[in-house]
């Protein structure tokens, strides 16, 4: 375990995720937290009081003058990962930026950590030296990640790495990261087992983010119409989430009561005496836009967050036995972007769409799809998929006294470390039960 004379070090701090699962595994606060974003510092302060904050660069933050001879228990490393993830794209890397991961190793060689934990994106094995035109080396991949291993371990450092995924622990994102850590203490690293999965827990979804009580505006009432490549994506996954889905779900439109999505396999809930149409019957699913994907059943985890948190949107099939208006408005539409042989009468059944005879043209279980509505997350699902209880504040005063805008906290949403993953690496290497264990 970390003693009490041990600092807990998180460098690269951001909103707050490592140092939320680093807390959640000890039971006690990060200790120091650096990063250069004002905005990501104003919202770690607000959830973390009990933590000394450096707002400046890891670079400017002398490891020296910061612990003040106390020793490193604990040091965590998030550097910036925009630089080698393929979500980039083809854009030239700026060298700066890919070097901040050699601040793990002035930290190691000068204050020398006990353990250190990295995360970053998979494709930081590849660093390695860049072409003149900022592109990197194709013949030299992975030479600076093996180089840079390499000085961790003649400094004393075990050091192991591996690829994980965030739904395997509990977090309802199938984000993949890389994850490294490195210990000089002669304890062994302890990589922890997934809890969810087959065979394990069940996958928690995204559908246990999305606050099915907002509103999902019409894509045929929008004043600027969404791009072809979109509302192509948009057709395809109604088709394959909404008319092929096996079980569309009941949704609570009142407010009474948490938990307000019921599956169709299941006993109905109280029905109250409320007004008539206290809930809906939808088949919903979240339209992805980056990388050519549709989109995703809601009933799987989240896909990987980025920082523009614009990627990933819910979208809402409404169904109705009475809006014949609607139904013929959604049908034109599949036509038109989902496929030009789909083309036919309303009352025909639509085989080329799937050979399970009883979906027509567009119906799910028997009922016509009457609307298509479409929205943005907000920032609270977007934390949600990224393991953040509703308890992490967001809606902060950043460092100018006004509220932190939805970019700012999308960003720091999406640059962030899953708590769930910290919280299980830093219990099964650090945590009380590891070092008892060993020795046992």
Not at 57 to 79: M, N, T
Not at 161 to 167: H, Q, S, T, V
Not at 335 to 342: F, N, P, Q
Not at 362 to 391: C, K, N, W
Request: aromatic content about 8%; charged content about 20%.
């Amino acid at each position: 375990m970390i003693l009490p004379s041990e600092l807990i070090v998180d460098n690269f701090a951001g909103g707050g995720g490592a140092s939320l699962g680093i807390e959640m595994a000890l039971g006690r606060p990060v200790d120091i937290a650096i990063n250069h974003d004002a905005e990501a510092v104003a919202l770690h302060a607000a959830n973390h009081p009990r933590t000394h904050h450096l707002c400046q660069s890891v670079w400017k933050a002398d490891p020296w003058d910061v612990v003040q001879g106390r020793p490193v228990g604990l040091a965590w490393f998030s550097p910036d990962c925009k630089h080698f993830s393929k979500a980039k794209g083809g854009k030239p890397v700026e060298k700066r930026i890919r070097d901040l991961a050699w601040v793990v190793v002035l930290w190691a060689r000068t204050v020398r950590p006990r353990v250190i934990m990295l995360e970053n994106v998979e494709e930081f094995a590849t660093w390695g030296p860049l072409l003149e035109d900022g592109s990197p080396c194709p013949a030299r991949r992975g030479t600076t990640f093996r180089r840079w291993i390499g000085e961790l371990r003649r400094l004393g450092y075990r050091v192991e790495w591996r690829e994980l995924r965030a739904c395997d622990y509990g977090a309802p994102t199938i984000r993949k990261r890389l994850f490294l850590i490195a210990r000089r203490d002669g304890l062994p690293i302890v990589w922890p087992q997934p809890t969810h999965g087959p065979g394990r827990l069940p996958y928690r979804t995204a559908a246990e983010c999305i606050d099915w009580t907002l509103p999902c505006p019409s894509i045929f009432d929008r004043a600027r119409s969404l791009a072809e490549a979109t509302l192509r994506r948009i057709a395809r996954g109604v088709v394959r989430y909404v008319l092929q889905t096996e079980m569309p779900f009941l949704v609570h439109l009142t407010h009474q009561g948490g938990h307000r999505i019921s599956a169709l396999d299941r006993p109905m809930p109280t029905i109250t005496g409320a007004q008539r149409g206290e809930m809906a019957l939808v088949a919903a699913f979240l339209a992805q836009h980056n990388g050519g994907v549709i989109g995703r059943d809601a009933r799987e985890p989240m896909s990987t967050l980025t920082a523009a948190g614009s990627h990933q949107q819910p979208v809402v099939a409404q169904l109705s036995d009475t809006d014949r208006e609607g139904a013929e408005r959604v049908a034109a539409f599949l036509v038109k972007y989902y496929d030009t042989a789909v083309g036919q009468a309303l009352q025909e059944p639509l085989h080329t769409l799937t050979t399970k005879p009883r979906f027509g043209l567009v119906t799910a279980h028997g009922l016509p799809v009457v609307d298509i509505g479409m929205r943005m997350l907000v920032p609270r699902e977007a934390y949600r998929a990224q393991s953040f209880p509703d308890s992490y504040l967001i809606d902060v005063p950043g460092p100018d006294g006004r509220p932190l805008t939805k970019t700012a906290q999308f960003r720091m949403c999406g640059n962030s470390v899953c708590p769930e993953m910290a919280r299980a690496l830093v219990a099964s290497n650090v945590g009380i039960r590891q070092e008892a264990a060993h020795a046992a």
